[in-house]
């Protein structure tokens, strides 16, 4: 799918300091696309870091609300902290 078809958008917010930015990114990175090919509807994903709230930021393009709606903690990880 193109951008232009991903009718949902999740913004998420995560405090990083500025010293655990690099590092934040470069794991984010490194996990975001291929958790996103085992999602149902899922596609788009772009990582931010806003230097002024000290915060990384995810922003993640479904297909449709269902798919967002159906990630659940287990998907994340068993429980784990989510991306």
Do not use: H, Y
């Amino acid at each position: 799918m193109v951008g232009a078809e991903w009718k949902w958008w999740e913004v998420l917010r995560l405090k990083v300091p500025a010293e655990q930015r690099g590092c934040w990114l470069a794991g984010r990175s490194a996990e975001l696309d291929p958790w996103l090919r085992r999602q149902t509807g899922s596609g788009a994903g772009k990582l931010f870091w806003d230097a002024k709230r000290q915060e990384g930021v995810l922003l993640i393009g479904w297909a449709r609300r269902a798919n967002w709606q159906a990630v659940t903690a287990e998907k994340c990880g068993g429980g784990a902290e989510p991306l």
